[in-house]
């Protein structure tokens, strides 16, 4: 496990009052200059805290990681510290069972994947009918028999250390009358007869993430399904994340949204100083699950909220069904309300799938500025252009046209491009300022540009771009430094803050 960085503000000296685990590194009463070039992945407060020292806390810890003993008198400079870190009480009589049990929760690489369903062997022995959707899932149909059995597992294990706990997650639907049974047994690690253990999670637990905690040696996972009955089932993705054991998913303090059919929706809030704007950042396309641009949005120093997804192969361009799309709505603006904000005080902003989420989703707030990079406008086109444009180059688009479609042809291309320009057509852009940085011969959706020109200058709005040459993901560095500066730059201006 990588070192826990934690920085302890007491008049005593932890390491010799307390038994801290190998893999904590204490920093116990640091100078201002150490404090403000490090971010801690812990902090407690034991002592009284200078305005300096809260101030500089800021910057160098992490919301909901911010630990206040009992003890400690709530001055108004902790008070409001407290409030802006999504801060935690801590009873001192707790101290130690706190480094005993809890701190390993707060390590400062958070991990999440997805087993993908091409890795599925599906049993010999099912006689019923197979049908494989792309990459997103198999669908089994047939007489499953009246007893459960081994219907199929998965090729791959799972690594799962001494002391480590995961979350996982199963994507499936089911017809009524068929059940079934995730088996998961752990065998020593370099051993493929040696069982350790063995859990078995029925229907109604997969409907929620599910917890594999370790506390014997080091092994491997190996995961199969059983089911019995007749009809069909349906088996999408086996998402498998380092667990925090409920201090929050992939980051502390993150959450994780689902609508009925099981879509997940992941969304991480970092209160800042609580003053405009708030950052709200979409993830872009990734297989490794979790939340991207923290370090940027934690730099701004202003609120920030990223949203990121799981679904496919490494994401569906945040579009849906309608129950999933209002759902995110409902996050954006819960935040915004929380920070007692407008719409003209958040900047929606990504890179590449992030810019589709920032630019569908801006017609629901009417933002201050849209911050985009590589944008990709019109998804039918993304994935029509796999077939002669770009061969080969992005075939999980042709997922993400049947997943909100139903169809591949020519008119479920059409409807999927209206989509976002629909909603554009009805937007109210007079006072939002739209920054683009594009690639000029992108090979993803190569009018994307030019379309939101069009789109954007009848609206009224103001549009910023610049253009580099190359296709799609030629020149990412190009553009992602353009995006940091003009972002940085509006921050200054528009907003009259100081951003480093």
Known sequence: MDDIKTLVFSDEDWNEKYNIPAYVKVYLNAELEEIRKNLYDVV????????????????????????????????????????CR???????????????NEIRNFYPKPYGEKFQPRNIIISHEFKGSVFWK????????????????????????????????LDMYLEFTRSEDVSLILSVSQYR????????????????????????????????????????????????GLHDRYSRRGYGYFLPGGEIYKTSSGEEIFCYFDPGDMKPPLNIYFSGYKTREGFEGYNLMKNMGTPFLLIAEGRLEGGCFYMGEDEYEKLLVR????????????GSDVIMS???MGTTGALYYSPDVSPHAVIIGKPLASIGDVAANELHYRPGGFPTSLDVLYHITGNTDQDAIERLNKRL?????RADFAETTFVIS????????????????????????????????????DNTGGIVYWFNDRYKQIIKDDFRRDVV
């Open 350 to 352: 990504g890179l590449s």
């Open 421 to 425: 320009w629909d909603k554009f057509e």
């Open 331 to 342: 996050i954006i603006k819960k935040y915004i309300d929380e920070l007692g904000f407008e």
């Open 44 to 83: 407690f407060v034991n002592r009284n805290l200078s305005i300096d020292e809260a101030n500089s806390l800021y910057a160098s810890s992490k919301a909901y990681s911010l630990f206040i003993t009992d003890d400690v008198e709530l001055s108004h400079t902790i008070k409001k510290l407290f409030i």
């Open 438 to 473: 594009y690639m000029i011969e992108d090979d993803y959706d190569k009018m994307a540009h030019d379309r939101l020109i069009e789109h954007l200058n009848s609206a009224g709005a103001k549009v910023y771009s610049k253009g580099l040459h190359g296709r799609h993901n």
């Open 86 to 100: 999504k801060g935690l009480l801590l009873p001192s009589a707790g101290i130690q069972s706190f480094f005993d």
């Open 134 to 165: 792309g990459f997103s899932g198999v669908e089994l149909e047939g007489d499953f028999g009246e007893q459960y059995h081994q219907i199929l597992y998965w090729k791959n294990t799972i690594p799962i250390k001494k002391g480590q706990c």
């Open 189 to 236: 690690a370099g051993s493929v007869a040696q069982l350790q253990q063995h859990w078995e999670f029925d229907k109604a637990r997969l409907k929620e993430v599910f917890c594999i905690d370790n506390m014997l040696d080091d092994g491997n996972l190996f995961v199969t399904i059983k089911a019995k009955g007749k009809g069909k089932l349906s088996i999408g």
